[in-house]
């Protein structure tokens, strides 16, 4: 694949790796959900996957395949589309389907973007990841990763290459879902699920950090920010991150 033969060798001079739990991944197709704290997490994940024999895909917005020539390159990766309309969410399940049953796995973020969490804890998640798992009957593997935003800090302008930094990344058991087959995929339904992911992966996290998570996961409705974007400016300091954490 020509973006791995790319991404793969600028990964390994950025930053040291290390990987643990791989052996978890389920020998057929499944969800990733990993946290979410750096723009650069997909080629994280995605390497750890990829060398692991498990072509990773990605949600791409649906306008995005309407472009010529990236459209193309889309379907032919077979990357997810988001689509909003019903008849565009069964397109999406039948594409994830397809990817399953070919052994391949889909990498959803489950918070959609980048945590607003002052020290890059898991925040709330959306209810996509438990909607597409339940609906496709499609295991869901926690994936938590640590240390590669010190090389790209969230929002950051520029790499911190030097001193050369490790990032570590853990895979966990799939989540138990099992309390929620057959029921009706009401919004209880849909956020007592996805609580169960994101308490998987901050799990994960927190064995990572050596740290005890926060009581509450940060939910920004109430913190009054945008679920979707950046919440502050590039470079802006936050309460509770130091510059390079930005």
Known sequence: ???????????????????????????GGFIAAPNHCTEIDPLVVGHMLYNRKRAPHFLAKSGLFNVPGLGWLLRATKQVPVERSTAGANRSLQVAQEIVAEGGAIIIYPEGTLTRDPDLW?????????????????????????GAH????????????????LSRVVVG????????????????????????????????????????????????????????????????????????AQ
């Open 173 to 244: 058991d799939p989540v138990d879902l099992s309390a929620f087959s057959g029921r009706p995929l009401d919004k209880a339904t849909l956020t007592a699920a996805t609580d169960a992911i994101m308490d998987a992966i901050t799990a994960l996290l927190a064995e990572l950090r050596g740290e005890q998570p926060p009581a509450e996961r940060w939910d920004p409705t109430r913190q009054q920010q945008a679920k979707h974007g950046r919440f502050v400016e590039r470079g802006q300091q936050q309460p509770g991150n130091g510059a390079d």
């Open 122 to 146: 898991p925040m709330k998640g959306h209810t996509g990841a438990a909607r597409l798992a339940l609906e496709g009957g499609i295991p869901v593997v926690p994936i938590a990763h640590w």
């Open 1 to 27: 694949m020509f973006i791995a033969a790319i991404a793969r060798p600028l990964l390994n001079l950025m930053m040291g790796k290390k990987w643990e739990g791989t052996e978890k991944l389920p020998a």
């Open 150 to 165: 010190e090389v790209f800090p969230r929002y950051g302008k520029k790499f911190h290459l030097f001193p050369r930094k």
